[in-house]
T-cell receptor, first 115, second 117 residues
Framework: AQKVTQAQTEISVVEKEDVTLDCVYE???????LFWYKQPPSGELVFLIR??????QNEISGRYSWNFQKSTSSFNFTITASQVVDSAVYFC????????????FGAGTTVTVRA | EAGVTQFPSHSVIEKGQTVTLRCDPI?????LYWYRRVMGKEIKFLLH????????ESGMPNNRFLAERTGGTYSTLKVQPAELEDSGVYFC???????????????FGPGTRLTVL
């Protein structure tokens, strides 16, 4: 069964619009970690954030914010006032003990920000 | 401290040829992982080394892929013979070993983009 679901395949917005990327995860572990990564056109994987299952506080970092809700098994990511440089594929990932902490990635959401 | 490095950054080969990708983990990291993203799909786990031993190779797609980590330092991933569907970005990650069942943060390399023509 898929452990991480990113239902949105592609999102296209105009610059300065907000973008929210959905991520739903599945695990039976009580201790787990959630991540967001960005893969720009150049191909490298850029780490954005890690949250552990015991910390449900939302986080804001500049134009990025994350909403972690254990009740709905979701870890959504919002880009505020998007810029062209935000165009990339964004991956949500899960790391849990039952999977020996190897990362399980979602299918990714391609974000295109148009000028 | 140097991060995870991968070589080459980009490789273009023809179908049927052999390619070897290399990953140098962060010094002192016993865990080494290979992942790959084929075009348009999710990033998938390939295998996990603990030092020189293969801990988990459940993600290796077929026997055309051979991973080694001699001496528990750098690792190579050989594809022989390469097929068109092998095109994608191959990522390597490493982490420290804090004991069985403990979380170890993985640090990713820049990836190798493989194009099979």
């Amino acid at each position: 069964a898929q452990k991480v679901t990113q239902a949105q395949t592609e999102i296209s917005v105009v610059e300065k619009e907000d973008v929210t990327l959905d991520c739903v995860y599945e695990t039976r572990d009580t201790t787990y970690y959630l991540f967001w990564y960005k893969q720009p056109p150049s191909g490298e994987l850029v780490f954005l954030i890690r949250r552990n299952s015991f910390d449900e506080q939302n986080e804001i970092s500049g134009r990025y914010s994350w909403n972690f809700q254990k009740s709905t098994s979701s870890f959504n990511f919002t880009i505020t006032a998007s810029q062209v440089v935000d165009s990339a594929v964004y991956f949500c990932a899960l790391s849990d003990r039952s999977n020996d902490y190897k990362l399980s990635f979602g299918a990714g959401t391609t974000v295109t920000v148009r000028a | 401290e140097a991060g995870v490095t991968q070589f080459p950054s980009h490789s273009v080969i023809e179908k049927g040829q052999t390619v070897t990708l290399r990953c140098d983990p962060i010094s002192g990291h016993d865990n080494l992982y290979w992942y790959r993203r084929v075009m348009g799909k999710e990033i998938k786990f390939l295998l996990h080394f603990v030092k020189e031993s293969k801990q988990d190779e459940s993600g290796m797609p077929n026997n055309r892929f051979l991973a080694e980590r001699t001496g528990g330092t750098y690792s190579t991933l050989k594809v022989q013979p390469a097929e068109l569907e092998d095109s994608g970005v191959y990522f390597c990650a490493s982490s420290q070993d804090r004991g069985l069942g403990s979380y170890n943060e993985q640090f990713f390399g820049p990836g190798t983009r493989l194009t099979v023509l």
